[in-house]
């Protein structure tokens, strides 16, 4: 069986960007910009590790066969994978355009991006736990 590396990539980006909503609120919270800088800096170490564990998510997918059980399961993961990256992405990019100055109005949207971004963190989480839990997904057998 080759070496599947979805599993060692796939924690990085989950620390990584929960920390960096969680460091924003914290930024609101106490009015410190150094927690609005270091948001930002874990938002793009986040958003980068999860487009390789994506990537490496979409090679580790190819070796499920095909009458597998797990594939609807296998599906909805994948779905929920790219939807964090694309919603972390649009994240970073009205981070980036607003230089993390906004109105009330783009502050409540931006909340509502973070909050949306966390939920998908926590679904592509269950079912990949289904996978390897549920399905056996990458996991030897003796």
Partial sequence: MPLNPHPLIVHFPIALLLTSVALSWAGRIWKHNNFERASWYTLLLGLAGAVFAVISGL???????LDSP??????THRLLGIAT????????????????????GKRVLHTLIQIIGVALIVGVGLFGGEL?????IGVMTP
């Fill in 59 to 65: 090679l580790a997918a190819r070796s499920v066969p």
């Fill in 70 to 75: 797990a594939l609807a399961t296998l599906s």
């Fill in 85 to 104: 990256v694309v919603v972390f992405g649009l994240l970073t990019l009205c981070t980036w355009r607003n230089k993390g100055v906004y109105s009330p």
């Fill in 132 to 136: 390897v839990y549920t399905f056996g």
